[in-house]
């Protein structure tokens, strides 16, 4: 069997743009990745390595302690209520599966939407479970098709776009008409600026019913658990039950001390509040930077991104932020959609945040 084609990782093309950032006399701000700076809340370190001496296998399906506090925070963050406790899922963070979640649904031959402009792993996934990838932000291109599956993603990454409840609901019916899975990736949905997102759970766009739908959750942005790599998948408790047991065969289980991290996130909001103020700030700061400095900020109404351009292809910006000391990611790593915007992330400690916007003037 061969394996299936997949693209260059995004990142590794950026060596040669990344090795002249560097070379800034103060050094580079990397504002290229949206990995998290700040630091973990005590709550969960303490939970963490209370749970340090538990010496035996951790259950798949994560404990009920847990799916209780996913339940407990869907509701008090999100307003989406009657979740069902056995319908969460803990996963080993949110790529894994974004990435696997196609092949667990039996994608195969088969065909799976993604957004225009999306994170990658979308694309590489239904390429690992040999799915055919059709990018649309529309069923009406669509046509005749019942896919396997169709990927929403609001907030956006790259874009920070955020879809109203009346297209989710849209794409919701669409979809249940067909037998089609709608898999929502809702990893920024606490991080809105000037729109607010809402889950494809909520009442409004589910109408109450969870069937043929899923929300992808990660603890890595509002909690900066990267590197405890915690997420979730929760939803229509049919699906659940199905990625549950294959789970349990290929031995997908989130680390125990891990799940109790998870839950002692789950269960305090007043992190999450001061996680988004710290980006707020940040945003605050770069934002008008980047506007003075002759950049246009598309969209960008929720989430850890500026979604800039310069009226110019995505790579002489890239270069010419380089030649500045600054790294981002072009537009062209999301789709072919994008070539004269790059995403700047907001994931850089303050002092730098405020670096960047002072090179950007110069």
């Given at each position: 069997?061969?394996?299936?084609?997949?693209?260059?990782?995004?990142?590794?093309?950026?060596?040669?743009?990344?090795?002249?950032?560097?070379?800034?006399?103060?050094?580079?701000?990397?504002?290229?990745?949206?990995?998290?700076?700040?630091?973990?809340?005590?709550?969960?370190?303490?939970?963490?390595?209370?749970?340090?001496?538990?010496?035996?296998?951790?259950?798949?399906?994560?404990?009920?302690?847990?799916?209780?506090?996913?339940?407990?925070?869907?509701?008090?963050?999100?307003?989406?209520?009657?979740?069902?406790?056995?319908?969460?899922?803990?996963?080993?963070?949110?790529?894994?599966?974004?990435?696997?979640?196609?092949?667990?649904?039996?994608?195969?031959?088969?065909?799976?939407?993604?957004?225009?402009?999306?994170?990658?792993?979308?694309?590489?996934?239904?390429?690992?479970?040999?799915?055919?990838?059709?990018?649309?932000?529309?069923?009406?291109?669509?046509?005749?098709?019942?896919?396997?599956?169709?990927?929403?993603?609001?907030?956006?990454?790259?874009?920070?776009?955020?879809?109203?409840?009346?297209?989710?609901?849209?794409?919701?019916?669409?979809?249940?008409?067909?037998?089609?899975?709608?898999?929502?990736?809702?990893?920024?949905?606490?991080?809105?600026?000037?729109?607010?997102?809402?889950?494809?759970?909520?009442?409004s766009v589910s109408g109450g019913d969870?069937?043929?739908?899923?929300?992808?959750?990660?603890?890595?942005?509002?909690?900066?658990?990267?590197?405890?790599?915690?997420?979730?998948?929760?939803?229509?408790?049919?699906?659940?039950?199905?990625?549950?047991?294959?789970?349990?065969?290929?031995?997908?289980?989130?680390?125990?001390?891990?799940?109790?991290?998870?839950?002692?996130?789950?269960?305090?909001?007043?992190?999450?509040?001061?996680q988004k103020s710290r980006y707020a700030?940040?945003?605050?700061?770069?934002?008008?930077?980047?506007?003075?400095?002759?950049?246009?900020?598309?969209?960008?109404?929720?989430?850890?991104?500026?979604?800039?351009?310069?009226?110019?292809?995505?790579?002489?910006?890239?270069?010419?932020?380089?030649?500045?000391?600054?790294?981002?990611?072009?537009?062209t790593f999301y789709g072919t959609a994008?070539?004269?915007?790059?995403?700047?992330?907001?994931?850089?400690?303050?002092?730098?945040?405020?670096?960047?916007?002072?090179?950007?003037?110069?």
């Amino acid at each position: 069997m061969n394996a299936p084609a997949l693209p260059d990782f995004p990142w590794d093309t950026l060596a040669d743009h990344a090795a002249r950032a560097r070379t800034h006399p103060d050094g580079v701000v990397d504002l290229s990745v949206g990995t998290p700076v700040d630091p973990v809340p005590q709550q969960v370190q303490q939970a963490l390595a209370a749970a340090a001496g538990i010496p035996g296998y951790p259950t798949t399906h994560g404990t009920p302690e847990l799916r209780r506090a996913a339940v407990g925070a869907l509701s008090r963050r999100f307003g989406v209520t009657g979740v069902d406790e056995a319908a969460v899922l803990p996963t080993i963070g949110s790529k894994e599966l974004v990435a696997w979640l196609p092949t667990l649904l039996g994608a195969r031959g088969r065909v799976v939407v993604v957004p225009e402009l999306a994170y990658p792993t979308y694309d590489v996934g239904a390429r690992l479970a040999g799915a055919e990838v059709v990018r649309s932000d529309s069923t009406v291109s669509l046509g005749p098709r019942a896919p396997a599956m169709i990927w929403l993603n609001s907030p956006s990454n790259p874009t920070g776009r955020v879809l109203p409840a009346e297209h989710l609901r849209k794409v919701v019916d669409w979809a249940r008409e067909r037998g089609t899975v709608v898999v929502s990736d809702e990893c920024y949905l606490s991080l809105h600026w000037d729109a607010e997102p809402v889950s494809v759970l909520h009442p409004s766009v589910s109408g109450g019913d969870p069937t043929g739908l899923l929300a992808v959750h990660s603890l890595s942005k509002v909690s900066n658990l990267a590197g405890y790599r915690a997420g979730f998948v929760c939803g229509d408790p049919a699906l659940v039950k199905s990625l549950l047991e294959v789970r349990k065969h290929a031995g997908m289980i989130v680390p125990h001390p891990v799940q109790s991290a998870m839950r002692a996130a789950l269960d305090d909001d007043t992190h999450v509040a001061e996680q988004k103020s710290r980006y707020a700030t940040r945003r605050a700061v770069l934002k008008p930077a980047l506007e003075q400095a002759g950049f246009r900020v598309d969209h960008s109404e929720a989430g850890l991104y500026l979604w800039s351009t310069r009226g110019e292809p995505a790579d002489d910006t890239i270069a010419w932020l380089a030649d500045r000391g600054i790294l981002a990611a072009p537009g062209t790593f999301y789709g072919t959609a994008a070539p004269d915007h790059v995403r700047i992330a907001l994931t850089a400690p303050d002092d730098r945040i405020a670096t960047a916007a002072a090179r950007l003037l110069t």
